[in-house]
């Protein structure tokens, strides 16, 4: 997972000095984004057992252009996700700084990149009522596109740097969080 953001923080910082394309459409110097999401807190992260634990969130972004020729984006997004199998019940709260590289062009779908970096709860609720949670730092990484300047759909990935165990559940090596959204521009 490391690897992974190190390779695209390379890949975003790269593509940061692209020069803008010809007759691109601009998007708007600052705007929001509020959403949901679907996703999956993948068992062999947390649990003695193989049970993964589906969640849907709610998140919303603010996002401020950087540089006025290129699509670069800088902000800041608040995050939180609820799921439930028949033994857990999982919950993470997030709040992080973010940036986005949008590559801005002259059709109805603006592709992006993003980065994420920032301070989250995790909590896992056992059936019995035992309850283990832990904060810490969090990291994601994120791709989508905005469709006709309204419509935000993507895939991200977000890591937890948090450590509890106990018979039951574990998350001593951090916790993860896979997820599809959509979202709307305004």
Known sequence: MKKLLALTT????????????????????????AGVSLGSYPAKDYYYEDKSVVNVGVFGEYH??????YGWYAGAELNAAWGKNSDYKVSSYVAELKTKYFFENSSRVTPYVGLGLGYGKFRAKLGDGETLSDAGL??????????????DVGLQIRGFDVSKSNDTVSFEN?????????????
Request: without cysteine.
């Open 10 to 33: 390379a890949a975003l910082a790269v593509v940061s000095f692209v020069a803008p394309s010809a007759q691109a459409t601009r998007l708007d110097n600052q705007f929001f984004t």
């Open 64 to 69: 401020y252009r950087l540089l006025s020729d």
């Open 138 to 151: 969090t990291y994601s990484i994120q791709g989508g596109i905005l469709i006709n300047n309204f419509v």
């Open 174 to 186: 951090g916790a993860s969080n896979v997820s599809i959204y959509v979202g709307f521009k305004f």
